[in-house]
């Protein structure tokens, strides 16, 4: 019983500081390295910037994206990326919307293998809208907005990572969640 006591303490302490220790290492070690990776999503869009409360658009869709960024070590970076939400529709109207995206993220790196992150930034949007029925119609915007998101890194190989993100995206007064998964690879 006296042993178990003593243990405890030390095992609890130890695990305690086995992240503070990963983080410490990986800030006193900048090494600036580059990244490439894409991966596919899921979405829900919430499009209300009709005037009339039935035309307002509210679907799910299928997304896909690249990025491209660089590492000051395993806690900050900076992405920049290409997002393409795809068309979506609910019944006569479309919208469609693509852009790019930069964003710096914070990791906190937990084990060797695994690191939950945040991140934020600015999308840079265009959008297509579009009406089928009695009069078509269609007309084009583009703006930017901030977007900010949440994620999991794991680590597979020494080059390779797997990441499961959620982002939350606006365009204008239109609300994109999007979950996705990605691979990215590092050089």
């Known amino acids: 019983m006296t042993h178990t006591r003593i243990w405890i303490p030390l095992v609890i302490t130890g695990l305690m500081a086995a992240p503070a220790t990963v983080i410490a ?13 894409g991966g596919l999503g899921y979405y829900r869009l919430n499009d209300e910037d009709f005037p009339d409360e039935e035309d307002d658009i509210k679907d799910n869709r299928w997304s896909w994206r690249v990025f491209a960024g660089m590492e000051a070590n395993r806690i900050f970076s900076l992405e920049a990326g290409y997002v393409d939400l ?3 529709e609910d019944g006569n109207l479309d ?3 693509n852009g ?4 710096g993220m914070a990791a906190l790196p937990v084990t060797e293998f695994f690191a939950p992150y945040a991140r934020v930034g600015q999308f840079f949007w265009d959008r297509e809208r579009s009406t ?3 009069v078509d119609a269609s007309y084009s915007d583009d703006g930017n907005d901030m977007f900010y998101g949440v994620g999991a890194r794991f680590t597979l190989t020494e080059r390779t990572d797997l990441r499961l993100e959620y ?5 204008d007064d239109t609300d994109v969640d999007l979950a996705s998964i990605n691979m990215q690879f590092r050089f």
């Open 132 to 134: 089928s029925g009695p």
């Open 100 to 103: 790019w995206t930069i964003a």
């Open 86 to 88: 795809g068309t979506a």
């Open 25 to 37: 290492q990986s800030a006193t070690q900048p090494e600036v390295r580059g990244y490439l990776g």
């Open 167 to 171: 982002d939350r995206m606006s365009v």
């Open 95 to 97: 919208t469609d919307i």
